[in-house]
């Protein structure tokens, strides 16, 4: 089955709301930690700056949160409903980061978890591997959030487009080497599917044709909407007699390295 097929996997949106909505006896909804799969230029950095937005009055206003030694690398929006109060969102984005590593993309999502926030994960995640290190995180929380994955599937035209047009990008400093790293990372583009479980929730794929431009609130409702309801769910997979599942062989590991850079540290954002 493609990565990108999920209408035999959609679930009733009712069915799965009353087996996975938390306790919002206090007017909360449960928490959310949303993992974006995209290669260079599909669009990660425009959907979550625009999710962190999402539900402000003014959508141009913006406060600054979970940064590192003053400086702030994390955004969050909030926005207040008369019968749920909705949670701010807090873009994790590792290329903001100051300097520039997982770990403290990392930090920020543990600490939006402590504080009560959703999270949006602003990174390429191509494989297992890369997204687990945030899995694993959102598991440890209690209570447990949910974790969903949002994939971006873009075209090769409009990715070297986006790319060519793309400026001030914190760590892809011109077109050349935008078109190596997209080179690197497309090889490795590994998104999840159900058939090899990695803790998600729900996986949800978002065709280019279904991408607007500009993201408004009522794009991003949907889109929440869609990967709440529609997403589809993982399937468990029986364990070999050492204990190791089916998934785990030949998953890939590692990630993407330019020079004197570790695994997890490469340039990766969306303009």
């Not at 402000?56 to 702030?72: M, N, Q, T, V, Y």
């Not at 997982?102 to 978890?113: D, G, I």
């Not at 914190?170 to 479980?197: E, G, H, K, N, Y």
Request: proline share 7%.
């Amino acid at each position: 089955m493609s990565h990108y097929t999920q209408s035999s996997m959609s679930v009733d949106a009712q069915s799965w709301r009353s087996k996975h909505q938390g306790d919002s006896s206090q007017g909360e909804e449960p928490q959310v930690v949303l993992i974006l799969v995209g290669l260079p230029g599909s669009g990660k950095t425009t959907f979550s700056e625009a999710l962190v937005r999402y539900g402000l009055p003014d959508s141009s206003s913006s406060i600054p949160a979970l940064g590192s030694e003053g400086k702030s690398f994390a955004s969050s929006s909030q926005h207040s409903s008369l019968l749920q109060r909705r949670r701010q969102w807090i873009r994790a984005s590792q290329d903001d980061a100051p300097g520039r590593r997982r770990k403290e993309c990392e930090l920020v999502v543990q600490r939006a978890l402590q504080q009560g926030h959703n999270v949006v994960v602003d990174r390429c995640d191509f494989d297992p591997t890369q997204r687990a290190h945030f899995v694993n995180i959102a598991k440890t929380h209690r209570p447990p959030p949910r974790i969903w994955a949002l994939v971006l599937p873009v075209s090769r035209q409009t990715l070297e487009a986006r790319l060519a047009t793309r400026k001030d990008h914190p760590s892809i400093q011109d077109f050349d080497t935008a078109l190596r790293v997209l080179d690197d990372m497309s090889r490795q583009f590994d998104p999840p599917t159900p058939q090899r479980p990695e803790g998600f929730d729900r996986i949800f794929v978002l065709p280019e044709l279904h991408q607007p431009r500009v993201w408004e609130d009522i794009a991003i409702n949907r889109v929440l909407n869609d990967v709440s309801a529609r997403g589809m769910t993982e399937i468990a997979l029986p364990r070999l007699a050492n204990g190791e599942s089916h998934a785990g062989r030949g998953s890939h590991g590692g990630g993407w390295r330019g020079r004197g850079e570790r695994a997890g540290d490469g340039p990766c954002r969306e303009s």
